[in-house]
């Protein structure tokens, strides 16, 4: 161990070096590496400045400095995210949720304690359409009483994914594999489909190029998966009450169309997330 193997030089050393790189956010990355091979929280890293890493901490986070010079996101390299104030495990086979997608967890809770229909339930059901890591339907478990949320996805790694954050929350979901509404058996008052939506010939940053191609390319206008989802609500005897959806803002007036015809209106729109209603 050397006395340049101290907090306060890697710091320093290593925030230097990924800014060069052209990473974002250089010195927050540092600090979340640092949290993650040292074990202490983010005050009791610059509190002390001085403390020296022993060789595993400094090999593991050598490690972590390389993957995301090769454009590794951040949450990948260190196996998870915060999403509503909680950790969630995340890994190759999921797509890293973002920040702006708490909108629809904000919007969920809004409707469910509001709307009088859902008020006068003695449950609630809730739908997470293409859960993907399972982290939209598991925080709605978390955040709301009374409801019976379902997670599905086409994908058995991403699944995978999902009973893990379920049995780290200890939420007991009913998790299983769907191709949208296939082997979906029971009508829902609410459905959350964050479905993918970035049209083929968008570039998005070298980190996202890193997830499943399939969590985030839907055709070339990028829609192509949301016109099968509302195909087969359209033909449901028992609609859900609501629909909420993310997508672009470039995309809103055809998704509005098909939502037209399916019987749903336009009931929100903030940030990325769509709210429809049924008529």
């Given at each position: 161990?050397?006395?340049?193997?101290n907090?306060?030089?890697?710091?320093?050393?290593?925030?230097?070096?990924?800014?060069k790189?052209?990473?974002?956010?250089?010195?927050l990355?540092?600090?979340?590496?640092?949290?993650?091979?040292?074990?202490?929280?983010r005050?009791?890293?610059?509190?002390?400045?001085?403390?020296?890493?022993?060789?595993?901490?400094?090999?593991?986070?050598?490690n972590?400095?390389?993957?995301?010079?090769?454009?590794?996101?951040?949450?990948?390299?260190?196996?998870?995210?915060?999403?509503?104030?909680?950790?969630?495990f995340?890994n190759?086979n999921?797509?890293?949720?973002?920040?702006?997608?708490?909108t629809?967890?904000?919007?969920?809770?809004?409707?469910?304690?509001?709307?009088?229909?859902?008020?006068?339930?003695?449950?609630?059901?809730?739908?997470?359409?293409?859960?993907?890591?399972?982290?939209?339907?598991?925080?709605a478990?978390?955040?709301?009483?009374?409801?019976y949320?379902?997670?599905?996805?086409?994908?058995?790694k991403?699944?995978?994914?999902?009973k893990i954050?379920?049995?780290?929350?200890?939420?007991?979901?009913?998790?299983?594999k769907?191709?949208?509404?296939?082997?979906?058996?029971?009508?829902?008052?609410?459905?959350?489909?964050?479905?993918?939506?970035?049209?083929?010939?968008?570039?998005?940053?070298?980190?996202?190029?890193?997830?499943?191609?399939?969590?985030?390319?839907?055709?070339?206008n990028?829609?192509?998966?949301?016109?099968?989802?509302?195909?087969?609500?359209?033909?449901?005897q028992?609609?859900p009450?609501?629909?909420?959806?993310?997508?672009l803002?470039?995309?809103?007036?055809?998704?509005?169309?098909?939502?037209?015809k399916?019987?749903?209106?336009?009931f929100?729109?903030?940030?990325?997330?769509?709210?429809?209603?049924?008529?």
């Open positions: 161990m050397k006395k340049n193997d907090i306060s030089v890697i710091l320093k050393k290593y925030t230097s070096l990924l800014n790189e052209g990473i974002k956010n250089p010195r990355d540092v600090l979340i590496f640092l949290e993650n091979v040292t074990g202490f929280n005050a009791k890293i610059l509190s002390n400045p001085s403390h020296i890493l022993n060789r595993y901490e400094i090999k593991l986070f050598k972590m400095i390389n993957r995301r010079l090769k454009k590794y996101s951040v949450a990948e390299i260190v196996q998870h995210k915060e999403f509503y104030g909680r950790e969630f995340v190759k999921v797509l890293i949720p973002r920040p702006e997608s708490e629809i967890i904000d919007i969920l809770v809004d409707v469910c304690k509001n709307d009088p229909t859902l008020i006068r339930k003695s449950k609630t059901k809730i739908l997470d359409l293409g859960c993907g890591s399972g982290i939209l339907g598991i925080t478990k978390l955040e709301l009483k009374n409801v949320v379902e997670l599905v996805d086409i994908d058995k991403a699944l995978k994914v999902a954050n379920d049995v780290l929350n200890t939420t007991n979901l009913y998790i299983h769907s191709d949208l509404f296939s082997d979906v058996h029971i009508d829902f008052d609410i459905v959350m489909a964050n479905l993918p939506y970035v049209p083929n010939n968008h570039k998005p940053d070298d980190s996202v190029l890193r997830e499943p191609r399939s969590a985030i390319f839907a055709g070339n990028g829609l192509k998966i949301y016109q099968r989802f509302f195909n087969e609500v359209s033909k449901f028992n609609k009450l609501y629909l909420i959806l993310e997508a803002s470039f995309q809103l007036e055809k998704l509005n169309e098909y939502a037209n399916c019987g749903y209106k336009n929100k729109k903030s940030n990325l997330t769509i709210l429809y209603k049924l008529k």
